[in-house]
């Protein structure tokens, strides 16, 4: 089943408000610079890893829906 023009769109525009809404959210605390990166630091390896797992999901999903070709596991 293929994703609609709009639903990608949509997808991408709720992504983009979000990182925007956030970051912005951090540059406005009332912290010093260092703890401001520190949030900020941690937040976008948050969101990296969000991709990751999804990624890592979507493979083990597609990997147990398509049968293993015969002989391909030979080793380990």
Known sequence: ???TNAWIFQSWLAFVIALAGSSIGIACLPLDVWAKAFV????FFTVAQAFTLAKTVRDQHEAKARPEPRGERLYG
Do not use: I, T, V
């Not at 900020?40 to 937040?43: D, I, N, V």
């Open 40 to 43: 900020a630091l941690a937040f």
């Open 1 to 3: 089943m293929s994703n």
